[in-house]
């Protein structure tokens, strides 16, 4: 099921409250099991403000624009969400680098191979 809400929060505002919903869940008294529950649902709101408003490597914004990510300089040729894969990829990009800026070899090549298969899903599609 699709689910469609209209808020006065832009994607930028929205990820930031959902990632501190996200943190504080994750550190709450919940069960493990709803605590799961909880974080991945918010995961998947997050992912969707990721949709309209991308984050690079760095987790920086710059000139990753679509249609809905709120910038009041984006060119209509640039009226596009990024895509599920393009999320993903992107996602898997951004742990690697903290993994890789981090020093911890485990998550490293956790976040490399996730970052393999993001790329993969992506060529696969286009």
Known sequence: MTTSYEVPDGPKMLRETLSVAQACIGGSDLGQQHK????ARLGRLIDECDRHRPLGPDGKHRDLH?????CQDVPASENHLATSE???LIAAAVAWAEADGAGDRGSRVAAEN????????????A
């Open 36 to 39: 799961e529950i909880h974080i």
């Open 66 to 70: 679509t249609g809905t990510c709120g």
């Open 86 to 88: 393009e999320v993903t």
């Open 114 to 125: 996730r970052l393999h298969f993001a790329v993969d899903a992506l060529t696969r599609k």
